[in-house]
Protein backbone atom coordinates (compact mmCIF):
# COMPACT_ATOMS: atom_id res chain seq x y z
CA UNK A 1 0.00 0.00 0.00
CA UNK A 2 1.35 3.04 -0.98
CA UNK A 3 1.62 6.60 1.43
CA UNK A 4 -0.83 8.81 0.41
CA UNK A 5 0.00 12.37 1.60
CA UNK A 6 -2.51 15.48 1.90
CA UNK A 7 -0.68 18.40 1.40
CA UNK A 8 -2.61 21.38 2.67
CA UNK A 9 -0.43 24.39 1.46
CA UNK A 10 3.14 24.56 -0.55
CA UNK A 11 5.51 27.19 -0.10
CA UNK A 12 6.83 27.92 -3.65
CA UNK A 13 9.28 30.39 -4.21
CA UNK A 14 12.58 30.73 -6.88
CA UNK A 15 15.75 31.02 -4.75
CA UNK A 16 19.48 29.64 -5.05
CA UNK A 17 20.12 26.26 -4.21
CA UNK A 18 19.25 25.54 -0.85
CA UNK A 19 21.50 23.30 0.86
CA UNK A 20 19.62 22.56 4.26
CA UNK A 21 16.24 22.88 6.31
CA UNK A 22 15.16 23.17 9.69
CA UNK A 23 11.71 23.57 11.44
CA UNK A 24 11.82 25.61 14.69
CA UNK A 25 9.53 23.79 17.63
CA UNK A 26 7.60 26.49 18.54
CA UNK A 27 6.93 29.16 15.79
CA UNK A 28 5.94 28.52 12.26
CA UNK A 29 8.83 29.12 10.81
CA UNK A 30 11.47 27.22 8.29
CA UNK A 31 15.21 27.71 8.17
CA UNK A 32 17.19 27.32 4.72
CA UNK A 33 20.59 27.85 4.45
CA UNK A 34 21.71 28.50 0.90
CA UNK A 35 24.69 27.43 -1.24
CA UNK A 36 25.25 31.61 -1.95
CA UNK A 37 25.82 31.78 1.79
CA UNK A 38 22.33 33.58 3.03
CA UNK A 39 20.23 32.25 5.66
CA UNK A 40 16.08 33.23 4.91
CA UNK A 41 13.94 32.69 7.85
CA UNK A 42 10.21 31.69 6.36
CA UNK A 43 6.81 31.71 8.27
CA UNK A 44 5.47 28.56 6.64
CA UNK A 45 1.94 29.85 7.62
CA UNK A 46 1.80 33.01 5.94
CA UNK A 47 4.44 31.95 2.90
CA UNK A 48 6.47 34.69 3.66
CA UNK A 49 10.14 35.42 4.12
CA UNK A 50 10.98 37.13 7.44
CA UNK A 51 14.20 37.44 7.64
CA UNK A 52 17.49 36.92 5.63
CA UNK A 53 20.77 37.59 6.04
CA UNK A 54 24.21 36.92 4.48
CA UNK A 55 26.63 34.53 6.30
CA UNK A 56 29.86 34.12 4.21
CA UNK A 57 30.25 33.80 0.28
CA UNK A 58 30.64 30.47 0.81
CA UNK A 59 28.39 27.69 0.70
CA UNK A 60 26.46 27.60 4.07
CA UNK A 61 25.53 23.85 4.28
CA UNK A 62 24.15 23.04 7.73
CA UNK A 63 22.15 24.96 9.82
CA UNK A 64 19.46 24.35 13.08
CA UNK A 65 17.93 26.79 15.27
CA UNK A 66 18.60 26.58 18.97
CA UNK A 67 15.32 27.70 20.11
CA UNK A 68 15.94 27.93 23.78
CA UNK A 69 18.58 30.48 22.99
CA UNK A 70 17.01 32.41 20.92
CA UNK A 71 19.92 31.27 17.99
CA UNK A 72 20.92 29.63 14.78
CA UNK A 73 23.76 27.78 14.04
CA UNK A 74 25.45 27.21 11.06
CA UNK A 75 28.36 25.72 8.93
CA UNK A 76 29.65 26.50 5.99
CA UNK A 77 32.60 26.15 3.41
CA UNK A 78 34.61 28.63 4.85
CA UNK A 79 35.26 26.14 7.69
CA UNK A 80 33.20 28.29 10.53
CA UNK A 81 30.69 27.61 12.71
CA UNK A 82 28.44 30.60 12.92
CA UNK A 83 25.69 31.94 15.66
CA UNK A 84 23.47 34.67 15.30
CA UNK A 85 20.29 35.74 17.31
CA UNK A 86 17.80 35.11 15.14
CA UNK A 87 15.29 38.09 16.77
CA UNK A 88 18.11 40.75 16.20
CA UNK A 89 20.54 38.80 13.47
CA UNK A 90 23.53 39.86 15.67
CA UNK A 91 26.23 37.63 15.47
CA UNK A 92 26.99 35.24 18.53
CA UNK A 93 29.71 33.72 17.52
CA UNK A 94 31.57 32.91 15.02
CA UNK A 95 34.94 30.56 15.09
CA UNK A 96 36.96 27.83 12.92
CA UNK A 97 35.33 24.45 13.30
CA UNK A 98 36.59 22.21 10.96
CA UNK A 99 39.99 23.64 9.39
CA UNK A 100 41.56 21.91 6.19
CA UNK A 101 43.59 19.17 6.91
CA UNK A 102 46.29 18.39 4.17
CA UNK A 103 43.98 17.38 0.99
CA UNK A 104 40.80 17.58 3.35
CA UNK A 105 38.34 20.57 3.21
CA UNK A 106 36.84 21.82 6.40
CA UNK A 107 33.63 21.65 5.20
CA UNK A 108 31.11 21.44 7.64
CA UNK A 109 28.29 19.02 6.36
CA UNK A 110 26.08 18.25 8.98
CA UNK A 111 25.04 20.11 12.54
CA UNK A 112 22.41 18.79 15.61
CA UNK A 113 21.40 20.12 18.50
CA UNK A 114 21.25 18.35 22.01
CA UNK A 115 17.49 19.08 23.00
CA UNK A 116 18.39 19.23 26.48
CA UNK A 117 22.02 19.95 27.17
CA UNK A 118 24.17 23.10 25.83
CA UNK A 119 25.84 20.68 23.08
CA UNK A 120 26.23 20.98 19.29
CA UNK A 121 27.74 18.49 17.26
CA UNK A 122 29.30 18.89 13.85
CA UNK A 123 30.71 17.33 11.00
CA UNK A 124 32.80 17.90 8.14
CA UNK A 125 34.84 16.66 4.98
CA UNK A 126 37.87 16.59 6.89
CA UNK A 127 36.30 13.02 8.55
CA UNK A 128 35.42 13.87 12.20
CA UNK A 129 32.71 15.00 14.37
CA UNK A 130 33.60 17.38 16.93
CA UNK A 131 31.03 17.94 20.07
CA UNK A 132 30.59 21.89 21.02
CA UNK A 133 30.02 23.51 24.42
CA UNK A 134 27.82 26.92 24.28
CA UNK A 135 28.31 27.53 27.61
CA UNK A 136 31.61 27.03 27.93
CA UNK A 137 32.20 29.47 25.19
CA UNK A 138 31.85 26.79 22.80
CA UNK A 139 34.91 24.54 23.84
CA UNK A 140 35.68 21.82 22.17
CA UNK A 141 34.83 18.94 24.43
CA UNK A 142 35.14 15.60 22.19
CA UNK A 143 36.59 14.75 19.01
CA UNK A 144 35.28 11.71 17.22
CA UNK A 145 37.85 10.59 14.53
CA UNK A 146 38.78 7.53 12.89
CA UNK A 147 36.38 7.80 10.03
CA UNK A 148 37.87 6.98 6.69
CA UNK A 149 35.62 9.27 4.66
CA UNK A 150 33.56 12.62 4.91
CA UNK A 151 31.33 12.82 7.64
CA UNK A 152 27.21 13.64 5.85
CA UNK A 153 25.25 13.78 8.71
CA UNK A 154 25.69 13.60 12.57
CA UNK A 155 22.26 12.98 15.32
CA UNK A 156 21.95 12.91 18.84
CA UNK A 157 20.67 9.85 20.23
CA UNK A 158 17.37 10.94 21.86
Known amino acids: ?22 LHP ?4 LLASLFT ?9 RLILIKSFEVTDRPV ?8 KQWVVCGADDQHLHVYDYNTM ?19 RSIAVHPMLPYVLTSGDDCMIKLWDWDK ?8 EGHYSYVMQVVFNP
Not at 1 to 22: C, E, F, N, P, S
Not at 39 to 45: P, V
Not at 90 to 96: L, T
Open 90 to 108: DKVKQFEAHPKVGRLEGWI
Open 61 to 68: RAAKFIAR
Open 137 to 144: DWACCQVF
Open 26 to 29: TEPW
Open 37 to 45: GVLHIWDHN
Open 1 to 22: MALRLDVKKQLVQKTDRIKAVD
